[in-house]
């Protein structure tokens, strides 16, 4: 089955503490995105991937980083979260950088930080 | 500034109510709107892309058009498994590879 997974689902973590979320496709696609969400001010663009080693900021990436290594996966990692980062991410992957296909998105991981 | 903006931010319909959602959008050279569905606790589920003003899709009871300034996502005679927010999407003018989306609508369906 077509599709994107992400670990874990849900997290409560502390001020400072690293952290990494997974995430993974198995349609061999290209374009790899990461989200977060939060009332009032919908969907924002955390970072995104162009293909394997080549990833670039969206509006905002302050506090994330993350890496792509291969061309499944696109972990998105905390190096020191904070309260403010307090969200629900989703993983996202669409066939190619062009931007007519449309995206695949994960379940969503719910993190709270304490 | 790119920006995308919809409304209702929530919109309460009984069971075979039709009504219109609206996206409208400031972006230069527009390349593509993508309409999608969220369910409360799931990703975003992909709708439709419309490319250019004039173009219509369908799906079942929704129906999707574009015009130069906005898109509206008409539902027609909806259910309550039709109860969502709906969200819709463009790329950035500078940036295409980036996705900027609009705050979504609430469809509420009562029977």
């Known amino acids: 089955e077509a599709q994107v997974t992400q670990n874990p689902r849900y997290l409560i973590t502390v001020t400072g503490k690293k952290l990494t979320v997974t ?5 061999n696609h290209e374009y790899m995105s990461w989200y977060r969400q939060d009332p009032g001010l919908g969907l924002r ?6 293909n394997v080693e080549v990833t670039d900021k969206g509006d905002v990436p302050e506090g994330y980083k993350v890496s792509r290594k291969e061309k499944r996966n696109f972990p998105l990692i905390l190096e020191s979260p904070s309260p403010n980062q307090t969200s629900l991410y989703f993983c996202a992957s ?11 998105f994960g379940p969503g991981t719910r993190l709270t930080v304490l | 500034e790119d920006q995308v903006t ?16 609206n996206c409208s959008y400031t972006v230069s050279g527009l390349r593509g709107l993508f309409w999608y569905r969220q369910d409360p606790g799931k990703g975003p589920e992909f709708l439709f892309t ?24 008409h539902i027609t005679a909806p259910k309550p498994e039709d109860s969502a ?20 609508t609430r469809l509420q369906v009562f029977p």
């Open chain 2, 50 to 73: 419309l490319y250019s003003a004039g173009e219509e899709k369908e799906k079942e009871r929704l129906k999707a058009t574009l015009t130069k300034k906005e898109s509206f996502l």
């Open chain 2, 85 to 104: 927010t709906y969200l819709c999407a463009v790329p950035g003018s500078y940036n295409t590879d980036k996705l900027i989306f609009g705050t979504g």
């Open chain 1, 94 to 104: 669409s066939l190619s950088r062009d931007r007519d296909n449309e995206q695949f």
């Open chain 1, 23 to 27: 995430c993974s496709q198995n349609m």
């Open chain 1, 45 to 50: 663009q955390i970072y995104y991937s162009m």
């Open chain 2, 6 to 21: 919809q409304s209702p931010e929530a919109l309460r319909l009984q069971e075979g109510e039709s009504s219109s959602l």
